[in-house]
T-cell receptor, first 118, second 112 residues
Framework: KAGVTQTPRYLIKTRGQQVTLSCSPI?????VSWYQQTPGQGLQFLFE???????NKGNFPGRFSGRQFSNSRSEMNVSTLELGDSALYLC?????????????????FGEGSRLTVL | KNEVEQSPQNLTAQEGEFITINCSYS?????LHWLQQHPGGGIVSLFM???GKKKHGRLIATINIQEKHSSLHITASHPRDSAVYIC??????????????FGKGTHLIIQP
């Protein structure tokens, strides 16, 4: 079956603009989580969605927001872009939000969206 | 101090060697993940553990909940194992209570 699909793969924006990134999970997966990866900070958790509800949010400013649709597809938005927002944004999907075991809790990552802010 | 500490940060070994990567954490967790990231960014989940030991091919992962420590072992290492290995923990005792917290990763290079 198809893996996790993220679009766009690469994008360049300028400071002050906003950006929307999309994530389509594996079919049947209802949990989607988002992560930011930078050389300095490594991987950091952004948000987690399950059944269209945000279940967890990481320590990021309000400029970072997201949502999940009824088909489990998710989008994240960053407004008023700053140079420091340049990063690889990854999403992952899993079967369950409260995993009972590795079958329901295993994470499947997309290839990421690489954002450059100039 | 980071909640998740990995060691070593960098490791270079010869093909065939037995590799151990360690992960220590300071909070109560419901699960621990080992991830592999190759150059170019793609991340693959290797293991999700909440107790004991798991094996998949040449990879073995163990966790000691009391000592808050996990290890990832690679037997008969191969150059294709060269990657960044990342430990991540999910806090809480009730399942998916919090988002993941990540270690900084271990850069592994296996030389032929």
């Amino acid at each position: 079956k198809a893996g996790v699909t993220q679009t766009p793969r690469y994008l360049i924006k300028t400071r002050g603009q906003q950006v929307t990134l999309s994530c389509s999970p594996i079919s049947g997966h209802r949990s989607v989580s988002w992560y930011q990866q930078t050389p300095g900070q490594g991987l950091q958790f952004l948000f987690e969605y399950f059944s269209e509800t945000q279940r967890n949010k990481g320590n990021f400013p309000g400029r970072f927001s997201g949502r999940q649709f009824s088909n489990s597809r998710s989008e994240m938005n960053v407004s008023t872009l700053e140079l420091g927002d340049s990063a690889l944004y990854l999403c992952a999907s899993s079967l369950a939000f409260f995993p009972r075991d590795s079958y329901t809790g295993e994470l499947f990552f997309g290839e990421g969206s690489r954002l450059t802010v100039l | 101090k980071n909640e998740v500490e990995q060691s070593p940060q960098n490791l270079t070994a010869q093909e065939g060697e037995f590799i151990t990567i360690n992960c220590s954490y300071s909070v109560g967790i419901s699960a621990l993940h080992w991830l592999q990231q190759h150059p170019g960014g793609g991340i693959v989940s290797l293991f999700m553990l909440s107790s004991g030991k798991k094996k998949h091919g040449r990879l073995i992962a163990t966790i000691n909940i009391q000592e808050k420590h996990s290890s990832l072992h690679i037997t008969a290492s191969h150059p294709r194992d060269s990657a960044v290995y990342i430990c991540a923990v999910r806090r809480g005792g009730g399942g998916g209570a919090d988002g993941l917290t990540f270690g900084k990763g271990t850069h592994l290079i296996i030389q032929p």
